[in-house]
């Protein structure tokens, strides 16, 4: 039974915990914020209304199968624990022509009538674009999204297609001839500040796996994916330290030993990075020359509906043009209001409430209750970017650490590390380093199942 030390408290903290107490594993997890969670928590506020609550991270949706297999391999299914969603539509794309697009999910059928919409033809080029990505979404899944990967000896078929020269941008202007599809293709990887001329084209797979298996949701908002795994960690038994900072690392012999904390030094055989690896001095060097990837503008506003219009609309709506605005809906919130959250990113010179009243969505004089976070806002309040590494071209994915580190007994996991940001992804980040680390050589699961 090895002695784990976890660092940090958000998704892939959570998940790396679970899966490595069952293994056997004695461990400790360390979160510098009184609360986990992370960037699955919810910011709340108070009106005359009620409260209204709001999802305080970027994540929107989720890959079942992901949380499926985290739940199913520590212990009950998450049937048991939590409910899971699917969503009708996954988005809204409306564009500075006037023209939009309601994309769903989960059939290939339906996409093709919605692009048809925008005009004759739209559908097919669509639909052959996002069949592109078959053949790359089943190599690198099984090479590199499912398994631990050696950086430095990857399997012919895999290198082709995740060290292929193409961007995603290239990629884009290839495959599709109007602007309005590019922009779908593209606007996740625009939201999350890169530019995709330095991101890579496989990364497109996004499109094909939204297709095919659709888009989910936590209701009542992705906090609900923490309190069960909070459950959960305590049903594995779990050390649980909040408040408590992780300082760096403590070498012997060539390898980790401890975590200095500020309240002490833990002991450790094993010890798993789930924060930005720059917070750690001992880790700071191996990414030096990697950049975060800075969040957006976030807007929270409680909105009174009396007449049940702004009700209307699907779970997230993006805006395009410049600033691009991400509107969300799923917020919480008393019975004749909504709770809507806007992510602006770009040229931001303006309000984002007269930004999308520009768009012809205008809710200024229904404001009950707002509350603004700027990008260092958020950085502060998580200590790093829950949007992970920015995308520097093809060289990011090596330099990124995950699900092992140059420091031997020291692995990575969470949005910092392999495979990268957004649930799903974090997810695996956990998996992969459970498998590196493996099963304790003696000794049952400290938990009770």
């Not at 053949?135 to 050696?150: A, F, M, N, Q, T």
Request: proline share 7%; charged share 25%; glycine share 12%.
């Amino acid at each position: 039974m090895a002695r784990v030390v976890v660092v940090g408290g958000g998704f892939g903290g959570l998940a790396s915990a679970a899966r490595l107490a069952k293994q056997g594993h004695a461990v400790t997890l360390v979160e510098r914020s009184p609360t986990l969670g992370g960037a699955l928590a919810t910011v709340r506020a108070t009106a005359a209304a009620g409260d209204f609550v709001w999802d305080a991270g970027p994540h929107a949706t989720l890959l079942p199968a992901v949380v499926r297999d985290l739940f199913r391999k520590t212990g009950r299914p998450v049937e048991k624990e939590l409910e899971l969603e699917p969503l009708p539509s996954i988005r809204e794309h409306r564009f500075e022509d006037g023209s939009r697009v309601v994309l769903t999910g989960g059939s290939r059928a339906a996409q093709i009538a919605a692009f048809d919409g925008l005009g004759a033809g739209l559908g097919r080029a669509w639909a052959d674009h996002v069949a592109g990505f078959a053949d790359d979404w089943e190599v690198i899944r099984r090479g590199y999204l499912e398994v631990p990967w050696d950086r430095h000896h990857l399997p012919r078929e895999l290198s082709a297609r995740l060290l292929r020269r193409q961007n995603l941008h290239q990629r884009l202007r290839r495959d599709l001839g109007d602007e309005r599809l590019r922009l779908v293709a593209g606007h996740r990887f625009v939201a999350e500040g890169h530019d995709l001329r330095n991101v890579p084209s496989w990364l497109g797979v996004a499109s094909y796996v939204e297709q095919r298996f659709g888009a989910w949701t936590v209701p009542g908002g992705m906090a609900g994916l923490a309190v069960a795994m909070e459950r959960r960690l305590a049903t594995r038994r779990v050390t649980v330290l909040t408040s408590t900072t992780a300082r760096d690392l403590v070498l012997r012999g060539g390898r980790v030993a401890a975590v200095a904390t500020d309240a002490g030094e833990l002991d450790a055989d094993v010890v798993v990075v789930a924060v930005d690896p720059r917070r750690l001095p001992a880790l700071a060097p191996h990414v030096a020359r990697t950049m975060p990837a800075i969040p957006p503008v976030v807007t929270h506003v409680g909105l009174g509906d009396p007449d049940g219009t702004l009700a209307d609309l699907g779970p997230e709506v993006v805006l395009h043009g410049d600033p691009l605005l991400v509107l969300r809906t799923g917020g919480v919130a008393p019975p004749g209001h909504v709770a809507w959250t806007v992510h602006g990113r770009g040229r931001l010179a303006e309000d984002v409430l007269r930004a999308l009243a520009r768009h012809r969505v205008d809710v200024r004089d229904r404001v009950l209750v707002r509350l603004d976070r700027s990008p260092r806002d958020l950085v502060e309040e998580w200590g790093g970017s829950p949007l992970g590494v920015l995308w520097q071209g093809r060289a990011t994915l090596r330099r990124r650490l995950g699900p092992d580190t140059p420091v031997p007994g020291v692995y990575a996991a969470g949005a910092h590390a392999t495979p990268g940001a957004g649930l799903p992804f974090v997810g695996l980040s956990a998996a992969l380093v459970a498998q590196v680390v493996g099963p304790a050589e003696r000794g049952g699961a400290p938990g009770a199942d």
